[in-house]
């Protein structure tokens, strides 16, 4: 379909004849062409209010329906029961919470789980963190056994393996946190780009709601991600400097 391409339009009328419904047809031109790049592109046309009350046979000043934009979508709700509670009965009005609640609500658990598994890499990676400082700590057990013989005490052996852990999982955040957000400042165009390099249309509109992959970056959502990985990466931290801090030096110094 092009601009200028005609097309015929059938209304349907409710009428008195034996067949009781007769479809009324418009003949109508194509001038504009316009793509969101979700499903409502194969469901939605427009058309100039005044062709549809033609057709409708309306009355000049007559329309079935207003749609209101607000600036906050959220208040969505509250607009639109104070808009019914003003008009009274015979007018319904109704709001996106109502009409596409369902579909937010699952995208809205889809992050909540998607959250859930980044937490649990965050995790992984945290043991990671243990593993590495408990093979520090047994390989260096003689050079700790000397420090202690050299007057340091349980609590400095502990700060040392402790700073270290976290010194570790700062900078591991701190790249993937910058990573991220650069991720997500050009999602589309790695999304372009991996679709050039494989071949393949990852979001086709004919499988999926959207054909690309919108992002907006939430800052919430980054500081707490990235405070997550802090507090992870500290704690990992306790369990090996603990050991370190507990080793003898007679028992490590025995067969040295």
């Not at 509670?85 to 007018?91: F, Q, R, S, T």
């Not at 919470?97 to 937490?119: C, D, N, P, R, V």
């Not at 959207?210 to 939430?218: A, D, F, T, V, W």
Request: a neutral charge; charged letters at 15%.
């Amino acid at each position: 379909m092009t601009i200028g391409d005609k097309l015929t339009l059938i209304v349907p009328e409710v009428s008195s004849a034996p067949g009781g419904i007769t479809p009324r047809l418009q003949r109508l031109t194509v001038v504009g062409i316009f793509k969101v790049g979700a499903e409502l592109d194969g469901s939605m046309g427009l058309i100039n209010i005044a062709d549809a009350a033609q057709m409708q046979r309306w009355q000049p000043d007559q329309v079935q329906g207003v749609r209101l934009a607000l600036k906050d979508l959220y208040k969505a709700p509250q607009v639109s029961t104070a808009i019914a509670a003003g008009l009274g009965e015979g007018y319904h009005a109704d709001d996106w919470t109502h009409t596409q609640g369902s579909l937010f609500s699952a995208m809205k658990m889809e992050k909540t789980m998607i959250g859930l598994l980044l937490l649990m890499i965050v995790a992984v990676a945290a043991f990671n963190i243990i593993a590495t400082l408990i093979m520090v700590v047994n390989d260096k057990g003689a050079d700790i056994a000397i420090l202690r013989t050299i007057g340091a005490t349980p609590r400095q052996i502990m700060a040392i393996f402790m700073v270290q852990g976290t010194v570790i999982g700062i900078v591991g955040t701190l790249i993937g946190g910058v990573l991220g957000i650069i991720a997500a400042l050009n999602v589309s165009s790695l999304v372009g780009w991996i679709e050039r390099v494989s071949g393949q249309h990852i979001f086709s509109s004919d499988v999926y709601f959207i054909s690309n992959l919108p992002s907006e970056l939430q800052g919430g959502d980054v500081l707490l991600i990235c405070s997550a990985g802090f507090i992870l990466s500290f704690l990992a931290t306790v369990y090996p400097a603990w050991r370190a801090a507990q080793i003898q030096p007679a028992h490590a110094l025995r067969y040295e």
